[in-house]
C-alpha cells in the first residue's frame, strides 16, 4: 500500500485512531488532500511506528 487511502468516513477512522492510540490529539489528525505525509509523520512521531506501520492500522481499521 503506497498510497493512504482516506475516503469520507475520516471522522470515524479518526475517532477509532483515538481510541487506539489515546495520546492522539484532533490536531494530530487533521487530514488535508495532498499532504498525506504530515499527517503520517505526526502520526509517527506520536506512535513511534513506521509510516507503513501506521497505514496498515488505517487500512484495519
Known amino acids: 500500500m503506497n ?3 482516506i475516503k469520507g468516513s475520516w471522522n470515524e477512522t ?3 485512531l483515538k481510541q487506539k492510540y489515546g495520546q492522539l490529539t484532533d490536531d494530530d489528525l487533521v487530514f488535508e488532500e495532498g499532504k498525506e505525509d504530515e499527517l503520517l509523520g505526526r502520526l509517527q512521531k506520536k506512535t513511534g ?3 507503513d506501520e501506521i497505514r496498515k492500522v488505517i487500512a484495519d481499521l
Open 49 to 51: 511506528k513506521t509510516k
Open 3 to 5: 498510497n493512504l487511502s
Open 14 to 16: 479518526k475517532g477509532k
